[in-house]
């Protein structure tokens, strides 16, 4: 009998193409939404692998419900909606996509810096509404960013494609992570503490991984340090900010502008949030490329064939779960 495998949304044909092509009993969902959870878990409950989006969570109830799963392949870099820890108990591999949306995300990014910087959305809606009347020189006036200084937090694959992108609005870069970026460092960047980034930076880009330490990491206090011109950008993790102080400091204009690509409650919004004008909302856009997708959907299908099979995934999350030999433990 063939393995079955869940996909649990609508992905790219490619993918599913590799799972077939392995000869797997493929359950793919025909929706763009994510699964219900109950059906989520009933669907799951045959099967030996499942695809997984960042609206699934993966626990131990879902590992619960299906004793025969032996891989879950994340259609995302990140892996915040999975208990890693309680898959690699139960032996269970677990990959993500790394590497193939890095540049896809970076351009996203600057579509946002731009968007906020020179206030496109605003002036859409000013000239969509009629209200445009014509030139004027104190109109829709915003940040220019040659000579400024880009902040980002966050140096890891897509940080550090953002922060090489600078140099081409002549911007300076400061970048604030654990490790050193060869790149950024050779490319005449300054590693600092993330509370000298937000008071230096004119522009503030987060790329960081959403975890115990990064949860609500720019609330209240580091909205505060940020000069009243500053514009946040955020690509990562929703919560990372602490959405409630943030829609207040721009409600207040403590800082000049926002451009968010993801949620701290994802899809809801803070309320408050959509009322203001000095904010760009994107509907997690940062992989939307057809390349991209396509790429992250071969990468994840790929990867769970392989664990199927027996052997090691090139994009295991949980490398414990195989022994020296690179067979499941």
Same mark, same amino acid.
């Given at each position: ?12 044909? %490619? ?13 793919? %969902? ?13 669907? *799951?409950?045959? %099967? =030996?692998?499942? *695809? %997984? ?8 109830? +879902? @590992? ?107 911007? /300076? ?13 050779? =490319?005449?960047? /300054? ?33 505060? @340090? ?46 408050? @949030? ?6 760009? @909302? ?21 990867? +769970? ?17 195989? =022994? ?6």
């Amino acid at each position: 009998m063939a393995q079955r495998v869940l996909v649990t949304m609508t992905v790219p044909e %490619c993918g599913l193409e590799v799972l077939r092509s392995a000869g797997l009993d493929v359950d793919a %969902c025909a929706h763009s939404t994510p699964m219900p959870r109950a059906e989520l878990l009933e669907r *799951v409950r045959p %099967c =030996d692998g499942i *695809v %997984c989006t960042l609206a699934d969570r993966i626990d131990a109830e +879902l @590992l619960d419900a299906a004793p025969t799963l032996k891989g879950v392949a994340n259609f995302a870099v990140g892996t915040d909606n999975i208990d890693v820890a309680e898959a690699t108990a139960r032996g269970i591999p677990v990959t993500n996509t790394p590497g193939v949306l890095t540049e896809a995300t970076a351009e996203l990014a600057w579509t946002l810096i731009l968007a906020t910087a020179r206030r496109l959305i605003e002036g859409d809606r000013l000239v969509r509404s009629g209200a445009f009347t014509g030139w004027a020189p104190t109109m829709l006036r915003g940040l220019e960013l040659s000579g400024a200084t880009l902040g980002i937090a966050g140096a890891g694959r897509i940080g550090t494609a953002v922060g090489l992108r600078a140099k081409a609005f002549g911007m /300076r870069v400061v970048y604030f992570d654990h490790h050193p970026s060869g790149p950024l460092d050779a =490319d005449g960047a /300054r590693r600092v503490e993330l509370d000298e980034l937000l008071r230096e930076s004119d522009v503030v880009s987060i790329h960081l991984p959403l975890t115990a330490e990064t949860q609500h990491l720019i609330g209240a206090r580091e909205l505060a @340090l940020m000069k009243p011109a500053a514009i946040l950008i955020n690509t990562g993790r929703g919560a990372i900010i602490d959405e409630a102080a943030l829609v207040e400091a721009l409600r207040e204009r403590r800082i000049a502008a926002a451009g968010l690509d993801v949620y701290e409650h994802e899809p809801a919004l803070t309320p408050g @949030l959509s009322e203001l004008d000095n904010v760009v @909302l994107l509907p997690h856009l940062g992989s939307a490329t057809t390349a991209t997708r396509d790429r992250m959907a071969t990468m994840a299908a790929g990867s +769970l064939v392989t664990i199927l099979a027996g052997h090691r995934p090139e994009t295991l999350v949980n490398p414990e779960v195989f =022994d020296e030999a690179g067979s499941g433990a």
